[in-house]
C-alpha cells in the first residue's frame, strides 16, 4: 500500500544511505507483520500512528541522539536547513559571479581575473551558507527555549503534531526519477555565466596575445553592439531557464509534464541562438581575418554557424531524451 511506502520512505531518508535498504526491508516486514491479513487503511494509519513519527522512529536506528536542537524541533529544523542554506548559497555564488564577469573591463590578465571571480563567488557563497546556517540555528533555540510544554514528539512543518493523513502530502520520488540538487546548482550557474559572458563578450572573447601584463584580449570575437541589440531575447532565455531550475526544485523529480517544459525551453533557446548568431554582423571580421592571414586561408562563417547550430540540436535533443527516460521509468 502507498501509505506503508511513503512512511518507509519518511524514516530511512533521515538514515545514512549505507542502511537504508536493510532497514527499509525490516520496517516494511515489521509493518505486515502489524497488519492483520485482510487490512484496509484505517488498519495501516492505526499501525502507522502506533509505530509514531518517522523522525522518531528513525532515531532508534540512530548511532547518535538528535540533541543538537532538541527531538520536538530538530526535525523541522535539518529540513529548513537543507532547503534554505543550499539556496542562500546558490544565490549568492551566481550573482558575485554575474557582477563579476559583467563589471570585468578587459584590463589585466585573464586567468587570474577569472579565478578571482571563482574565488569570490566561492567564499561570498561559504560565508551566506555559514550566515544562513547561525540564524536559522538562533531562531530554533530561541522557539525551542520559548515552548513552555514539555512534549517531546517532534512537529511537522505545518507546525503540528504528526499524523499518517500527513504522508499524503508527501510526493513519493523513485530514487531513479529524482533530480539532484548538483544538477540544479550546476543549470542555474551556466545561465548566469552565459548571460553575463553575452552582454560583456567582447572583454571576454577573442585573440589574446601575451604582453607585458601576460595574456591580454586584441581582438575581440564579437561586436558587442550588435549583440546587445538583441538584449529582450537574451532575456527571455535567462527567465525561462531560471523559470525550469524553480520548477524542477518544486517537483523533485522528472514527469512528463517537466519534460515538456523542458522541450519548451531547450526549443527557445535554440530559435534565439538561430536568430542571433545567423545575422553575422555579431561577428568581429577582424577576428576571422587574424586567422585567415594565419592559416592562409578563408574562413567559411556560414558553414561554421550551422555546425554550431547543429551541435545546439543535437546537445538539446540529447538532454530532452534523457528527461523523457526518466519520466517513464
Not at 153 to 177: F, H, Q
Request: some cysteine; charged content about 20%.
Amino acid at each position: 500500500m502507498k501509505l506503508i511506502e511513503l512512511y518507509v520512505q519518511e524514516v530511512i531518508r533521515r538514515l545514512p544511505e549505507k542502511q537504508q535498504e536493510d532497514i527499509g526491508l525490516e520496517l516494511r516486514s515489521t509493518i505486515e507483520d502489524m497488519l492483520p491479513d485482510d487490512y484496509q487503511e484505517e488498519d495501516v494509519k492505526a499501525v502507522l500512528s502506533e509505530l509514531g513519527h518517522p523522525a522518531k522512529l528513525a532515531s532508534g536506528y540512530l548511532d547518535k541522539p538528535m540533541h543538537l536542537i532538541g527531538p520536538r524541533y530538530f526535525d523541522v529544523y535539518v529540513s529548513l536547513l537543507k532547503l534554505i542554506i543550499p539556496l542562500a548559497m546558490i544565490i549568492s555564488f551566481c550573482v558575485v559571479t554575474f557582477i563579476g564577469i559583467f563589471s570585468y573591463s578587459g584590463e589585466g590578465e585573464i586567468f587570474p581575473v577569472i579565478l578571482g571571480m571563482i574565488g569570490d563567488g566561492v567564499w561570498n557563497s561559504l560565508s551566506a551558507g555559514v550566515q544562513t546556517f547561525f540564524w536559522i540555528t538562533i531562531t530554533f533555540a530561541l522557539v525551542e527555549r520559548l515552548d513552555s510544554s514539555n512534549n517531546t514528539n517532534p512537529i511537522t512543518s505545518k507546525w503540528k503534531e504528526w499524523t499518517p493523513e500527513d504522508l499524503k502530502d508527501v510526493p513519493y520520488i523513485p530514487k531513479r526519477k529524482a533530480i539532484s540538487k548538483v544538477e540544479l546548482l550546476g543549470s542555474l550557474i551556466w545561465t548566469v555565466i552565459w548571460v553575463a559572458g553575452y552582454f560583456n563578450a567582447n572583454t571576454l572573447l577573442g585573440i589574446y596575445e601575451k604582453g607585458e601584463e601576460g595574456l591580454t584580449l586584441v581582438t575581440p570575437l564579437f561586436n558587442q553592439t550588435q549583440l546587445i541589440s538583441f538584449w529582450p531575447l537574451i532575456i527571455l532565455v535567462m527567465i525561462l531557464e531560471v523559470g525550469l531550475v524553480a520548477y524542477k526544485w518544486k517537483l523533485g523529480q522528472w514527469t512528463m509534464k517537466l519534460v515538456m517544459a523542458n522541450a519548451i525551453v531547450h526549443a527557445v533557446s535554440l530559435a534565439v541562438f538561430i536568430i542571433v548568431f545567423h545575422n553575422l554582423a555579431v561577428f568581429n571580421p577582424a577576428f576571422f581575418h587574424y586567422f585567415e592571414e594565419l592559416f592562409g586561408f578563408t574562413y567559411q562563417l556560414g558553414l561554421i554557424f550551422w555546425v554550431a547550430v547543429l551541435v545546439f540540436f543535437l546537445t538539446s535533443i540529447s538532454e530532452i531524451y534523457q528527461g523523457v527516460r526518466k519520466a517513464k521509468r
